[in-house]
């Protein structure tokens, strides 16, 4: 066994040959379901999810998001724009330690840090030249390894093309709603 990144490189590329056999297998559809718990609050539980058409039993798990007092919740987990910035960077640590471990580069270290931007004034419907969302993110990443600049920062690169969450942020993805009324 080859492990790089605490990841098992074998293994990981066993999977890749698999996909490339069979397209499908990369083919995975994930859920979530938002309930609203009273004020701010909500709780969203996560488990299942799809591979190939074929239902994954998983474990499931529940993600409070709330509003910070100042913005007249009671700061019962982060809210919707922090979990965001979360889920950026674990989209981001998966790809950069993923994509490492093909290339054979060991890292040591690593961490991002956020920024974003929001001006209220887009939420509340104030202002048409105010956008609802984050005017800008700001991210730094951290990298430490043994690897040479011109590997991490090819590594950057191939990351940036790559991960999922990099390309839903940057690139606009369709939201289809369906309305039900109970």
């Not at 007092?69 to 950069?96: H, M, Q, W």
């Not at 990351?159 to 990099?166: A, D, I």
Request: proline residues 2%; aromatic residues 10%.
């Amino acid at each position: 066994m080859t492990n790089v990144n605490d990841i098992d490189v074998d293994e990981l590329g066993t999977m890749l040959e698999a996909v490339e056999d069979d397209p499908d297998l990369a083919s995975f559809t994930f859920s979530a379901e938002t309930e609203w718990t009273g004020g701010f609050e909500s709780e969203t539980r996560i488990a299942n999810f799809e591979q190939a058409g074929e239902t994954v039993e998983s474990e499931e798990f529940t993600i409070v998001g709330d509003e910070p007092e100042e913005l007249f919740g009671d700061r019962a987990g982060p809210n919707a724009v922090e979990l965001l910035l979360a889920a950026i960077g674990s989209c981001l640590s998966v790809t950069y330690a993923g994509h490492a471990a093909t290339k054979g580069i060991e890292i040591d270290d690593m961490r991002f840090e956020f920024e974003g931007d929001i001006d209220l004034r887009g939420f509340f419907g104030m202002s048409d030249e105010v956008r609802a969302g984050y005017e800008e993110i700001r991210c730094t990443t951290y990298v430490e390894s043994d690897a040479d600049e011109e590997e991490l920062r090819a590594l950057h690169e191939e990351v940036t093309e790559t991960s999922p969450l990099y390309d839903n942020v940057t690139d606009t993805v369709e939201l289809d709603f369906d309305l039900q009324f109970e």
